[in-house]
């Protein structure tokens, strides 16, 4: 009987998939263990660049800036200043030993001021690269779990890397040769950074994009109108609100007709809307349809939205933490912090990102009992 074969590293497709390129070097590699000890390096350098045309270096589309970078004279300045809000979906991550780390599927960007609001929006789904031989199902899921773009068959992703990159920088709009800065939050900034430059690579442009986390953004606004910093885990947490999944023109029509949360072009939206909700006011300016979803603008002023309690746990914690003039609030990690009663700024305190009232009970119960019209709809 013949035995069975033994099952083939990665480091063996690695090699095959390079044995061309070996044989063009001039190395005398008829069969893939020959190119064994040609690629040990290279196989050991986890961000090397390499794609489908051969071996070249990436080129340094992005650059990474910290919160230094970020000033301003006045709060006219602040108020005028334009923004671009980025961001990058990917079918999934890959291991640091891919050539492919992400494989890009949708962009989507907003230019946004605290005068104006958003004043433009980008979006593309894009052609991506052809995934890496066994990782097509990993790719696929991870896209099932999120943004829900089909890994092949998808029509609407029809937009080439060297068209993505071309559009966006003529979105950008560039005055005097001086780049406008990018902003994304920072647990997407590895991503999208890498996208960017396997685009340009692919593209063949040499560009330089300044990419800033809004986090840093959000504190040095605070910072400018009141001298001092909200922490991070406040600033996160009032990006990561959910308030605005469902608003009308915040998610592109794909993702909108089929119902998917996520999407591009809404995160980058709603990183618009947070910002104005916050902000806007302590800078004077006048909220509009731009500013926030047009339902939000008209009620924001006399509507102070209640925060639902669904961990009883935690809420018998709160209540026997004591009452009085000030109030304590729960944070997402399940840590109170006391907010004085006439504190309305995050720059000494945090705060709630749904306000300053609480709905005390059960959760969903208490909340049925507090809205008769929905109970109704729901008994029906």
Known sequence: MLRP??????????????????????????????????????????????????????????????????????????????????????????????????????????RYSLQEGIMADFHHFIDSEVPPRGFRYHCQAASDATHKIPLSGFGLSSTCYPVVICELLKFAQ??????????????????????????????GVDSSLELLTVEDLVIKLYQKKYQKEPSKTWVSREL???????????????????????????????????????????????????????????????TNLRRVILDAGRFQEMKAGGSGSDRHILSPSGVQELVPSGCDSPCDVKTSPYGTSTMRGRGVTRLLESTPDLSKSFSK
Not at 56 to 66: H, K
């Open 5 to 110: 074969m033994q099952p083939r590293s990665p480091y063996y497709f690695f090699v095959r998939d390079r044995l061309p390129l070996l044989q063009q070097r001039g190395l005398p590699v008829a069969r893939v263990v020959d190119g064994f000890p040609h690629l040990t390096q290279e196989w050991a350098i986890p961000n090397n660049s390499v794609h489908a045309h051969g071996t070249t270096e990436m080129y340094r589309m992005t650059s990474f800036l910290d919160a230094s970078a970020i000033s301003w004279m006045s709060d006219q300045a602040v108020v005028a200043d334009v923004f671009y809000f980025l961001n990058i979906y990917s079918h999934g991550k890959l291991p640091s030993h891919c050539d492919q780390r992400f494989l890009p599927c949708e962009i989507g960007c907003v």
């Open 174 to 203: 560039p005055a005097r040769n001086v780049w406008p800065r990018f902003y994304c939050k920072s647990d997407d900034r590895f991503r999208i950074s890498w996208c960017l430059e396997r685009m340009a690579s692919v593209a």
């Open 240 to 302: 990561d609100v959910v308030l605005w999944d469902f608003s009308s023109n915040t998610r592109c029509k794909w993702h909108e007709e089929n119902d998917i949360l996520c999407c591009a072009l809404a995160s980058c939206k709603k990183i618009a809307y947070c910002i104005s909700k916050s902000l806007a006011g302590v800078y004077g300016v006048s909220l509009t349809a731009a500013h926030l979803p047009l339902k939000d603008c008209n009620s924001l002023g006399n």
